[in-house]
T-cell receptor, first 108, second 112 residues
Framework: GIQVEQSPPDLILQEGANSTLRCNFS?????LQWFHQNPWGQLINLFY???GTKQNGRLSATTVATERYSLLYISSSQTTDSGVYFC??????????FGTGTRLTIIP | DTGVSQNPRHKITKRGQNVTFRCDPI?????LYWYRQTLGQGPEFLTY????????KSRLLSDRFSAERPKGSFSTLEIQRTEQGDSAMYLC??????????FGPGTRLTVT
């Protein structure tokens, strides 16, 4: 079946540091989304990015569909960035297939 | 705010009881999805609707689970004869056609 792998699984950084989260997928992707899951479990939409590059404030994302990966960049990390980050893709049907997540901890 | 809403937010039930969850999608989104998330895992797809038609069901959706979306508006997910393994966060999402999915806050189910 389709595999979506995220790395690293855990990341601990000092406040102010930059980070790169990676998402590899095993098949051609129709849609790709990045989410931040807050401590209460809500999935917050960060990017809808089936291809190309987008930026939103301190966050940016790049998807290279032909090479089957996506990257999420977080610059000047803040403690409120802590949480679990998921990528998820739609592969030829309607459902999102999620990765295993990256748990980010920002230390003051 | 016109985001996806889910009720209840938390449900504690005894094994063997039936439970029902409700999801209200973003207005005019014709697609509605249910996912389940267990501790330490990413969400997994359960089922989805286009308007009132249920178009796909995961093998995770045993015969104790049923979902409906009457009139293509809100949706309900019912679990009959709950088991401890059903304990999870149940997430609902909606989207306007083949695009970005938006998630609700989830219903956390605990089966004792």
């Amino acid at each position: 079946g389709i595999q979506v792998e995220q790395s690293p699984p855990d990341l601990i950084l000092q406040e102010g540091a930059n980070s790169t989260l990676r998402c590899n997928f095993s098949d051609s992707v129709n849609n790709l989304q990045w989410f931040h899951q807050n401590p209460w479990g809500q999935l917050i939409n960060l990017f809808y990015i089936p291809s190309g590059t987008k930026q939103n404030g301190r966050l940016s994302a790049t998807t290279v569909a032909t090479e089957r990966y996506s990257l999420l960049y977080i610059s000047s990390s803040q403690t409120t960035d802590s949480g679990v980050y998921f990528c998820a893709g739609v592969f030829g049907n309607e459902k999102l297939t999620f990765g295993t997540g990256t748990r980010l901890t920002i230390i003051p | 705010d016109t985001g996806v809403s889910q009720n209840p937010r938390h449900k504690i039930t005894k094994r063997g009881q039936n439970v029902t969850f409700r999801c209200d999608p973003i207005s005019e989104h014709n697609r509605l999805y249910w996912y389940r998330q267990t501790l330490g895992q990413g969400p997994e797809f359960l089922t989805y609707f286009q308007n009132e038609a249920q178009l796909e069901k995961s093998r995770l959706l045993s015969d104790r689970f049923s979902a409906e979306r009457p009139k293509g508006s809100f949706s309900t997910l019912e679990i009959q004869r709950t088991e401890q393994g059903d304990s999870a966060m149940y997430l609902c999402a909606s989207s306007p056609s083949h695009y970005e999915q938006y998630f609700g806050p989830g219903t956390r189910l605990t089966v004792t």
